[in-house]
Structures are given as structure tokens and as C-alpha cells.
């Protein structure tokens, strides 16, 4: 007896487990935030990073930010459309770790600097097109970073990499924060576009990315 309660259970739950599986979603179904495509994002690394009018932080108004590092011990982007101008290379040696050059006539050409966020003000990191490395260079899905004197100067001289964009500070979060500040629609998220970084006009790259953002707010 004892045997064929046992075989009558389990075909009871095989039978309610292939009939669950062939329900479809109803039309009203709200698919969770980090769903694109038939995927969940575990990570933003190497996203856009989009401020939305729920953003309370007056610094990252209307901010697109290129997101580096994202996993459990937090996250790190750059700001990639709040310029503050031409700086002199000469004033930007004295932020790099290494401050000997022997060209001194450069000292007087000015790069375009822009700001990356509010973390490490003084740091210096250029992102820049995959056609230039060197020993600082660092590798992301479609550019590269570099954090050195070298390169500043390789720009200057018009011998770097053929695309760049100098930034002074970083965003950063820490653990579960940026999680916590998307599910408030602080934030939303596109897919990342060189074009957009390097090219396009900065008053524009905010309107840009977000009409490609993917979240549903």
C-alpha cells in the first residue's frame, strides 16, 4: 500500500510541473528592471550610466556616465559629458605620478579636461580608442584606459591614440549603492557608444543616451 502512494505522488507532481510550464505570461506581466533582450544584467560594467530627473544629486544632473567596475565590492564610472575646459599640459603634470619631462615646449598645449565626478578629484585617467597601449593601458570592451604621463604627452605631440578623452575625478559607489539608487529611477541604462563619448557634442550626449536607454521607468 505504502508503495503505491508513493507512485501516485509522484506522477501528481510530474504532471503539475509540465502544466506550469506551459502557462504563457499574461499581457500585463511587468518584466523586472534589469531586463533587456531576454537577459538580466548581473553588471553595468561597460554601460551607460544615465541620470534621470529623479536624480538628486545636483552634480550628476542630467549626467551619462561610462561605467568601469561594477560587482560586490561596488562601482566605478567616468562622466563623460561635464567639460571644464582646455588645460595646459604643464598644469596637468603635476597630477601625474610621474612628473619628469624633458619637454618643456609642450608645457603650453592645452588638452580638453573633463570632469569624471567627485571621488579623487585631482586623478587623472584617459579614456581612449583601442589603436594605442602602453603599460598603464587597461582594457574594456570598447576602449581603453591609460593613467599616465606618457600618454598626456603622446597626445600633446598628436602620436597617441586617435581618439581620447582626458577626465580629472571619478563616480564611485559602494557596495549596493548604485543597485539601490537604479531600483529609485535615479539611474537608468543604455548600451555604450564610442561615437558618442569621443564625437558627439557634450550638450547633446545626455538627450542621446537616454532616448537608447533600456530600463523601464
Do not use: C
Not at 581603453?144 to 564611485?172: F, H, M, Q, Y
Not at 558627439?200 to 550626449?205: F, I, R, S, T
Amino acid at each position: 500500500m505504502k508503495k503505491l502512494l508513493v507512485i501516485f505522488f509522484v506522477v501528481v507532481v510530474t504532471n503539475i510541473s509540465f502544466s506550469a510550464k506551459s502557462i504563457d505570461l499574461p499581457k500585463h506581466y511587468k518584466f523586472p528592471k534589469n531586463y533587456f533582450e531576454g537577459k538580466h544584467y548581473d553588471s553595468v560594467k561597460d554601460f551607460f550610466l544615465i541620470a534621470t530627473e529623479k536624480i538628486r544629486d545636483s552634480r550628476f544632473e542630467k549626467t551619462v556616465i561610462l561605467m568601469l567596475e561594477h560587482d560586490d565590492g561596488g562601482a566605478l564610472g567616468i562622466v563623460v559629458n561635464k567639460p571644464l575646459g582646455k588645460i595646459k599640459l604643464g598644469s596637468l603634470i603635476s597630477k601625474v605620478e610621474d612628473s619628469s619631462i624633458n619637454k618643456k615646449e609642450l608645457y603650453d598645449f592645452q588638452i580638453p579636461v573633463y570632469w569624471g565626478g567627485p571621488v579623487d578629484k585631482n586623478k587623472i585617467l584617459i579614456l581612449h580608442s583601442k589603436d594605442y597601449k602602453n603599460y598603464s593601458t587597461k582594457q574594456y570592451d570598447k576602449l581603453s584606459t591609460s593613467n599616465d604621463l606618457e600618454t598626456l604627452v603622446k597626445i600633446a605631440e598628436k602620436k597617441g591614440p586617435r581618439k581620447s578623452l582626458v577626465v580629472l575625478g571619478l563616480s564611485a559607489w559602494n557596495t549596493g549603492q548604485l543597485d539601490g539608487e537604479i531600483e529609485m529611477e535615479r539611474w537608468t541604462l543604455s548600451e555604450s557608444d564610442i561615437e558618442l563619448i569621443f564625437d558627439a557634442e557634450d550638450k547633446k550626449k545626455w538627450q542621446k543616451a537616454i532616448k537608447s536607454s533600456f530600463i523601464r521607468l
